[in-house]
T-cell receptor, first 111, second 118 residues
């Protein structure tokens, strides 16, 4: 069983709509949890970073939440744009050398 | 902000040849860099941790003689795919952590290198 699981695997929504991506983790405690956006054929780019004690973090239209009790994180995208089409990866850092990647959610925004 | 650069962004080579991929941290010194491999529609898979001035640490199942890693300076790590075969075709990505943000701080990724072995 993966220590960091993301859902859904893929998602298609219409431009302008909101969506929420989920990340469930089993590892605890951890140093931080990050959400990355990876465009096709590019390297991942950081969207948000939260420490174990933080509950929410926003970056423009992206809002990440963290519930340490249920071991869940979510990434909410508001008013989606075509450029939001990408893979979104949840990454949990346990230590300097131990980083666990989720399998990602592939998001497609349709006009 | 901190930037990690990879070169080349894509390369096509013949089977049996070796290919070198460079990863540079442009505005910070990185004692540690990470190399990943990514197959289509899958997440990143850590291959090895590159340590400046010492041997790389490879993940289980990754052939160290196949994927040579050299971290000769604080701003450059190289991954050499030796005697490449078509099954080595993949997307290779490096990352580095800005030490100014601590041991568990921001991790910056390169743009990736697409390797195609004919």
């Amino acid at each position: 069983k993966n220590q960091v699981e993301q859902s859904p695997q893929s998602l298609i929504i219409l431009e302008g709509k909101n969506c929420t991506l989920q990340c469930n983790y089993t590892v605890s405690p951890f140093s931080n949890l990050r959400w990355y956006k990876q465009d096709t054929g590019r390297g991942p780019v950081s969207l948000t970073i939260m420490t174990f004690s933080e509950n929410t973090k926003s970056n423009g239209r992206y809002t990440a939440t963290l519930d340490a009790d249920t071991k869940q994180s979510s990434l909410h995208i508001t008013a989606s744009q075509l450029s939001d089409s990408a893979s979104y990866i949840c990454v949990v850092t346990l230590s300097a050398s131990k980083i666990i990647f989720g399998s990602g959610t592939r998001l497609s925004i349709r006009p | 902000g901190a930037v990690v650069s990879q070169h080349p962004s894509w390369v096509i080579c013949k089977s049996g040849t070796s290919v070198k991929i460079e990863c540079r941290s442009l505005d910070f010194q990185a004692t540690t860099m990470f190399w990943y491999r990514q197959f289509p529609k899958q997440s990143l898979m850590l291959m090895a941790t590159s340590n400046e001035g010492s041997k790389a640490t490879y993940e289980q199942g990754v052939e160290k003689d196949k994927f040579l890693i050299n971290h000769a300076s604080l701003t450059l790590s190289t991954l050499t795919v030796t005697s490449a075969h078509p099954e080595d075709s993949s997307f290779y990505i490096c990352s580095a952590r800005d030490p100014r943000t601590g041991d568990t701080g921001e991790l910056f990724f390169g743009e990736g290198s697409r390797l195609t072995v004919l």
